[in-house]
């Protein structure tokens, strides 16, 4: 049976608030994410962002507030997010082939001690395809550049067939080409899946999102699609505090 409730709402946070011993990293926050959003989050390093991811993951217990995901306790659907970290715990220099890397997106009770079946491997190609690296399979992915990389690692994300996905900082420490291939890739996928990214590149970012949140302790909703097809056009870099007056003519 396939979960959605009727609105299309995949993801429900009702008044949210987190500490970290004394300090107030997270309050009063409350949003709803829905299918095929393209939601960016945003704010100031130490604002409560990768907090907020960790507590939808279920990395991090839940203290006060509610999260539901398709209407129902989220720990029951975590596993409907696939997980791009900042960190991806791979040593590229480690000899292991593109196909391998996308493989171990399977989950820890599917993952096999002798080798994966021929339907699993396909599985594996066809996630490929969709972040255009399927040609690059048999290749190390110590030999491919950062951008290259990081499709992979969407790519293993995919395997579970997940409704939505959730990327870290996922263009850190990659040359604006290689960001405009992620983020085109992203767009792509968007078509028939949920993207929520957590990023810092917001002259990028903001001509892919529909949304984004602000968060800084409190969250602040921007609806994106207010913004200009001029801007969304753009191909050159944007200024920070142009991207700030047009946020605040957003509707919020």
């Known amino acids: 049976m396939q979960l959605q409730t009727t ?15 004394k300090q107030q990293v997270l309050e009063a926050i409350n949003f709803t994410i829905k299918a095929h959003d393209f939601l960016t989050i945003i704010g100031p390093n130490g604002g409560g962002k990768s907090t907020l991811i960790k507590l939808i993951l279920g990395i991090n217990p839940l203290q006060d507030g509610e999260i539901k995901i398709y209407g129902e306790d989220y720990r029951r659907h975590t596993q409907k997010i696939g997980y791009v970290p900042q960190n991806t715990n791979i040593n590229i220099k480690f000899p292991i082939t593109v ?7 399977q989950s820890a009770i599917k993952k096999r001690l002798f080798g994966y079946k021929s339907d699993e491997k396909k599985q594996a190609l066809e996630a490929l395809e969709k972040v255009n690296m399927h040609a690059f399979a048999s290749q190390k992915v110590s030999d491919l550049s950062g951008g290259q990389r990081q499709r992979v690692f969407i ?7 997940p409704k939505i996905l959730l990327l870290d900082e996922p263009t850190s420490n990659i040359d604006i080409n290689g960001c405009e291939q992620i983020y085109k890739t992203l767009e792509e996928l968007n078509k028939s899946i949920t993207v929520v990214v957590v990023s810092h590149d917001i002259s990028v970012i903001l001509k892919y999102a ?17 913004m200009t097809d001029e801007f969304k056009n753009i191909d050159t870099h944007v200024c920070e505090i142009e991207l700030l007056e047009m946020l605040g003519k957003c509707r919020c």
């Open 7 to 21: 609105d299309n709402t995949l993801i429900e946070v009702s008044n949210l608030n987190f500490s970290y011993e």
């Open 99 to 105: 196909l391998e890397v996308v493989m171990m997106g």
């Open 155 to 161: 790519a293993r994300a995919l395997f579970s067939d």
């Open 210 to 226: 529909t949304r984004a949140f602000y968060i800084n302790k409190r969250l602040t909703n921007h609806d994106l699609l207010m």
